[in-house]
């Protein structure tokens, strides 16, 4: 009853930002749920000077509600899918993730940015937008402002994405499946890549075939979270450990671990043995509404606590850093395509 009447009140004010932020997410999936409920706890935060009596709630959401929302997404990846594209889709999906993160690293050091940022807007951009955030930031430990600022990155370039993509396709001359592979491992965020794929399908009359492709190529590249994770999560806790060693001999991997990430990897592992049993995919529909529902809670509550002042006046490096990955992740997409003879 204590945890209630003090998490409530905050819990209650990211509900409702939450709500409408889903609607217009649906009315508007290029743009998406999470980015208008960052934007609306950001302008609501410029209103709202004390939020001491929320605080504790938005503190929840945004740590716990994240979590519980990544753990659901693990319901939405079926491993098995891989096999399905995985021979020509892995090799490009490969290929600009270790390019977005190369960009990401070597640009960390020249501009002087903060890691959290240059690791949130690198995974963001080369996996899944908000999704990869979503999972990545708990495990590394970023704060709300270092979400923010990375979802609004990506965002943008999204929005490019989208408009651009299908007619950059079109001038290319490529086929229906070189441009699904094309969407599906260049443009980071699942609305995004729907918006293109439908656009192409629309444009060249493919009766909705480019967007299947699209969308099993980009669910392949999702699986990518998994190994990105757990890697940066042994790291994190391999560099806590040997201080926690250095200075005083004491560690607790309980308070360093993420131990979520395992439980969203158990989700995975669930769906994937389930439906391979011959349970239908669509029994795990709920949890990955859920799990959608939940991100654009957590991030109403990121926006809350998130300086929308602070955010513009610093956001010139992290836009720049991520402009140089989408130009990175597109030219490698489409020399692979080039390479593997699919252009």
Request: glycine share 10%; proline share 3%; charged share 10%.
């Amino acid at each position: 009853m204590e945890f209630v009447k003090r998490t409530g009140p905050g819990l209650l004010l990211c509900l409702i930002l939450a709500i409408p932020s889903w609607l217009l997410g649906h009315a508007f999936p290029v743009i998406g749920g999470p980015v208008f409920a960052i934007l609306m706890g950001m302008v609501l935060s410029l209103v709202l000077r004390d939020r001491t009596r929320y605080q504790a709630g938005i503190a929840f959401t945004s740590k716990k509600i994240l979590q519980y929302a990544v753990i659901l997404l693990g319901f939405g990846l079926n491993l098995s899918e891989i096999a399905k594209v995985g021979a020509q889709s892995l090799p490009i999906i490969c290929t600009t993730i270790t390019v977005s993160l190369l960009i990401a690293f070597f640009l960390r050091k020249l501009l002087a940015m903060p890691c959290n940022i240059s690791v949130l807007v690198g995974v963001g951009s080369s996996i899944c937008g908000g999704s990869a955030i979503a999972a990545t930031a708990p495990v590394i430990g970023a704060d709300d402002e270092e979400i923010a600022q990375s979802i609004s990155v990506i965002f943008l370039f999204n929005i490019l994405a989208a408009l651009l993509f299908p007619t950059l396709g079109g001038a290319m001359g490529m086929s229906n499946e070189g441009f699904g592979l094309f969407a599906g491992t260049a443009i980071n965020d699942t609305s995004s890549v729907t918006a293109a794929a439908s656009t192409w399908d629309t444009l060249h009359g493919t009766n909705g075939a480019v967007l299947e492709y699209a969308t099993i190529v980009k669910l392949t590249r999702t699986l990518a979270i998994i190994p990105i994770t757990l890697a940066l999560a042994f790291w994190r806790t391999w560099q806590a450990k040997r201080g926690g060693s250095a200075s005083n001999g004491s560690f607790d991997i309980k308070k360093v671990f993420p131990f979520f990430i395992l439980f969203f990897v158990l989700a995975s592992v669930i769906t994937t043995l389930s439906t391979m049993a011959g349970v239908d995919a669509s029994l795990f529909q709920p949890f990955k509404e859920l799990s959608k529902f939940f991100i654009i809670l957590a991030m109403a509550a990121i926006g809350l606590n998130t300086d929308l002042v602070k955010l513009i006046k610093t956001g010139g490096k992290p836009i720049f850093m991520g402009v140089c990955c989408w130009v990175g992740i597109t030219c490698a997409s489409l020399l692979m395509q080039h390479f593997q003879g699919l252009l």
